[in-house]
């Protein structure tokens, strides 16, 4: 198997990546407590464990996709789950997205350092040339959070998936370069330097 394809464990100081495996879905089950956590996942909030387990499945059954929980350090509870998607070695490219996060460990820090991990391993370990999240036009707490870490807008993919509902969705296309990759990797590594001693 490509290293591409590989999910190795990824740790910093407030998360680590461990790869999904059926393990996890008990403490998956704990971090989705949220509605709102979900308002904008193509799937709906697990509420019982033999929903957690199928979730896991859904994530481990995604073509070019690798899946990883994440998991608090303070806590050493699963927070929530994140992939690299779309992955094209010959393109040097992934998409990182389908991720959610436990409502209590929001502005914690961890989905920043989670972001950091992926990206380190993209451009350092990989050599990603590009790397891509999508968004929905409507998820404008998610476009922010793209932003902050160093994404550029691209555009809009319009029509670009049907959402659980049934409505299509709009698609926003965000993307960091490996040219740019040096200087967000300092702004993220100042940021978590700040929330660390905040």
């Not at 100081?13 to 403490?27: M, N, T, W, Y």
Request: with cysteine; glycine share 8%; net charge neutral.
């Amino acid at each position: 198997m490509s290293e591409w394809f590989e999910t190795p464990g990824l740790a910093g100081d407030l998360v680590r990546l461990e790869p999904l495996e059926p393990r996890h879905a008990p403490g998956l089950l704990a971090a989705s407590d949220d509605d709102e956590v979900f308002t904008w996942q193509l799937f709906h909030r697990p509420t019982t464990l033999p929903e957690a387990e199928a979730l896991v499945e859904l994530y481990l059954g995604r073509p070019h996709t690798c899946a990883w929980v994440q998991v608090d350090q303070r806590s050493n509870q699963v927070a929530g789950l994140t992939t690299y998607y779309d992955i094209d070695a010959s393109r040097r490219t992934v998409a990182i997205g389908a991720t959610w996060l436990g409502r209590r460990f929001w502005r914690t820090g961890v989905n920043t350092e989670a972001k950091l991990l992926l990206l380190r391993r993209a451009f350092d370990q990989l050599g990603c040339a590009r790397v891509v999240w999508h968004v929905d036009i409507k998820n404008e707490r998610s476009q922010a959070a793209v932003t902050r870490i160093g994404g550029v807008r691209e555009g809009v993919l319009r029509k670009h998936i049907i959402r659980r509902d049934g409505s299509w969705r709009d698609t926003v296309l965000f993307s960091m370069i490996d040219d740019e990759w040096p200087a967000a990797r300092d702004q993220l590594e100042q940021r978590l330097r700040r929330e660390g001693a905040s």
